[in-house]
């Protein structure tokens, strides 16, 4: 999703796949798909998990055709797993986060105050604070 601009994300991204599956001696391979600048999207039957990730640019949905085709995508892997075995999984980084936030409609998504980079500090809301999942974080 990155629109053909070079990044440090895909960098660790590939890192993290390929150490995972040569440490686990998984037998497994990986394909990387150009989503934004040629609307190139995985099959379905062909993969099991799917990570997707980050911008540049807004992460408002405006009704491109990538984005489109994307939202497609992700309602089929939802479809996918409300009646079939085995289950999909799709991890989503920054933007793409941002985007199946807006699609599914959990959220609003607004612009920042700034630009930022990195990782950014987590506010717990008293809700999360007596959550199990949340339990022994900081």
């Given amino acids: 999703m990155y629109d053909g601009h070079p990044n440090e994300g895909m960098r660790c991204i590939k890192m993290l796949v390929g150490d995972f599956l040569s440490s686990e001696n998984i037998e497994g391979n990986y394909d990387i798909f150009d989503v934004r600048g040629a609307s190139s999207l995985p099959n379905i039957n062909e993969y099991d998990i799917y990570i997707s990730t980050g911008g540049p640019g807004s992460p408002v949905l405006e009704g491109t055709e990538w984005e489109t085709r ?4 992700l309602d089929s892997i939802v479809a996918h797993n409300a009646s079939s075995y085995p289950k999909k999984y799709m991890f989503f980084i920054c933007h793409s ?5 807006q699609h599914f409609g ?6 920042r105050k700034s630009t930022s980079f990195g990782v950014m500090p ?5 809700a999360g604070k007596n959550d199990p999942f949340y339990e022994g974080l900081g």
């Fill in 70 to 73: 994307y939202c497609t995508f």
């Fill in 122 to 126: 987590v506010h717990v809301t008293p």
């Fill in 97 to 101: 986060f941002q985007l199946a936030v």
């Fill in 106 to 111: 959990f959220g609003e998504i607004t612009k």
